[in-house]
């Protein structure tokens, strides 16, 4: 049985990067050879197996052809005679389009290894343009790889551009979306998923409440970066280095999404665009079905990021009944993931990147107070429904009235 490393492991060996997780091509067999060989059969719209001891997937070599629009209008033909140049040639990038024998030997047959030193995304041949979800794909490979130094080739850049205006783009479903999308959150520089979409058009069909960010502009005073969009990315950028959860990073993604919608009468000025972005975000949501916790957050911190930036400013009853609004008195609260997210937008912007946030420390010592208050002496009153509620609260007040 010949086999071949393939994809993404031979990729990040070259890197020097840590592989995860290792992919395998086989050539010359046939899927009752694979099970007589002890394989465990798990594709469902091509021929996939596992290793019986590594469970490591072992796929037969493969052609596809394109039947019809969209990412799944494909015909696959998996037979003995399909070689190792046919089988990469249908990769998406010439950097995944690379083989390893299991002696370590490279086979290259379109300048992968090339455009590794080179740094480049260049697709292997013209099929690129058959699956939309290369684009996404495509877009959150620059969100790993921007740090190292690539960029798009100019030819595939373009192959991009003309996708989106043929109307591929358009067939893809909310959930291969944001499964692309939770994943390049995960990256190291996440922004540049989204400048990859904006660049080729795709932002623009797929998050057109993020595009409408872009060209509108901010009081240069608060925001020297001016541009609401620029700004949305650069607050994503600083919840990537603030907290490893995606909550929080694409909370601080959506958070102004109000603004795009301000009266041009108004600019640079966004008057209430807190309170406008919130059902913005939730159509967004909505749309591509994007999962409660994700949502409920992103809310929040678009309704409530102003309150937490003038937390100091706030009277003791407005801060508790915020508390309460953002479900700090829960034992499962999220109130730190709300305040990392109005953290990276204050920071989110040119020149004040390394600025501190003293609201959190503050934020997070006002809340400590209103948990921690003794509420016998609101429950030992003989009140009843929501007057208990109100006394505790009193109390709550009180506590951070004292505190001072």
């Given at each position: 049985m010949?086999?071949?490393?393939v994809?993404?492991?031979?990729?990040d060996?070259l890197?020097?990067?840590p592989?995860?997780?290792?992919?395998?091509?086989?050539?010359?067999?046939?899927?009752?050879?694979?099970?007589?060989?002890?394989?465990?059969?798990?594709?469902?719209?091509?021929?996939?197996?596992?290793?019986?001891k590594?469970?490591?997937?072992?796929?037969?070599?493969r052609?596809?052809?394109?039947?019809?629009?969209?990412?799944?209008?494909?015909?696959?033909?998996?037979?003995?005679?399909?070689?190792?140049?046919?089988?990469?040639?249908?990769?998406?990038?010439?950097?995944?389009?690379?083989?390893?024998?299991?002696?370590?030997?490279?086979i290259?047959?379109?300048?992968?290894?090339?455009?590794?030193?080179?740094?480049?995304?260049?697709?292997?041949?013209?099929?690129?343009a058959e699956?939309?979800?290369?684009?996404l794909?495509?877009?959150?490979?620059a969100?790993?790889?921007?740090?190292?130094?690539?960029?798009?080739?100019p030819?595939?850049?373009?192959?991009?551009?003309?996708?989106?205006?043929?109307?591929?783009?358009?067939?893809?479903?909310p959930?291969?979306?944001?499964?692309?999308?939770?994943?390049?959150?995960?990256?190291?520089?996440?922004?540049?998923?989204?400048?990859?979409?904006?660049?080729?058009?795709?932002?623009a069909?797929?998050?057109?409440?993020?595009?409408?960010?872009?060209?509108?502009?901010q009081?240069?005073?608060?925001?020297?970066?001016?541009?609401?969009?620029?700004?949305?990315?650069m607050?994503?950028?600083?919840?990537?280095?603030?907290?490893?959860?995606?909550?929080?990073?694409?909370a601080?993604?959506v958070?102004?999404?109000?603004?795009?919608?301000?009266?041009?009468?108004?600019?640079?000025?966004?008057?209430?665009?807190?309170?406008?972005?919130?059902?913005?975000?939730?159509?967004?949501?909505?749309?591509?079905?994007?999962?409660?916790?994700?949502?409920?957050?992103?809310?929040?911190?678009?309704?409530?990021h102003?309150?937490?930036?003038?937390?100091?400013?706030?009277?003791?009853?407005?801060?508790?009944?915020?508390?309460?609004?953002?479900g700090?008195?829960?034992?499962?609260?999220?109130l730190?993931?709300?305040?990392?997210?109005?953290?990276a937008?204050?920071?989110?912007?040119l020149?004040?990147?390394?600025?501190?946030?003293?609201?959190?420390?503050?934020f997070?010592?006002?809340?400590?107070?209103?948990?921690?208050?003794?509420?016998?002496?609101?429950?030992?009153?003989?009140?009843?429904?929501?007057?208990?509620g109100?006394?505790?609260?009193?109390?709550?007040?009180?506590?951070?009235?004292?505190?001072?």
């Open positions: 010949k086999t071949y490393l994809g993404g492991a031979v990729r060996q890197l020097n990067r592989v995860t997780e290792r992919d395998w091509v086989v050539l010359g067999e046939t899927p009752e050879s694979m099970l007589q060989r002890g394989f465990r059969p798990v594709g469902k719209d091509f021929p996939v197996f596992l290793h019986p590594t469970s490591e997937e072992y796929a037969l070599a052609i596809e052809r394109k039947t019809a629009k969209g990412y799944k209008g494909f015909s696959v033909h998996a037979a003995p005679n399909v070689t190792l140049e046919q089988d990469l040639l249908r990769r998406d990038l010439t950097i995944n389009a690379m083989a390893m024998t299991e002696q370590g030997e490279l290259d047959p379109y300048g992968g290894q090339h455009d590794l030193e080179q740094r480049l995304f260049r697709h292997v041949s013209p099929a690129f699956d939309p979800v290369r684009i794909r495509l877009a959150r490979f969100a790993r790889y921007a740090p190292l130094g690539f960029t798009i080739a030819e595939t850049q373009m192959l991009m551009r003309s996708m989106v205006d043929a109307g591929e783009v358009d067939a893809l479903v959930e291969r979306i944001w499964a692309e999308v939770a994943k390049a959150l995960g990256e190291m520089q996440p922004s540049a998923f989204f400048y990859t979409l904006k660049h080729c058009g795709a932002l069909k797929i998050f057109p409440e993020i595009d409408a960010l872009f060209g509108v502009p009081p240069e005073k608060h925001h020297p970066e001016i541009d609401c969009g620029v700004h949305s990315l607050a994503l950028e600083q919840a990537a280095l603030l907290s490893p959860r995606l909550e929080v990073r694409f601080a993604l958070h102004d999404l109000g603004k795009a919608v301000s009266p041009k009468d108004n600019l640079p000025h966004h008057y209430r665009h807190e309170l406008k972005g919130v059902p913005i975000v939730e159509k967004l949501c909505a749309r591509l079905r994007v999962p409660n916790s994700f949502k409920m957050l992103a809310l929040q911190v678009t309704q409530y102003t309150h937490c930036h003038k937390v100091r400013e706030l009277r003791a009853a407005t801060l508790v009944d915020l508390l309460q609004t953002l700090a008195f829960k034992p499962d609260n999220h730190h993931d709300f305040i990392l997210a109005c953290e937008d204050a920071r989110g912007r020149g004040f990147e390394q600025t501190t946030y003293f609201q959190r420390e503050f997070m010592q006002t809340a400590q107070i209103a948990v921690n208050i003794d509420t016998s002496a609101a429950l030992n009153r003989g009140l009843q429904g929501a007057k208990v109100e006394a505790i609260r009193q109390l709550r007040v009180q506590a951070i009235n004292s505190a001072g």
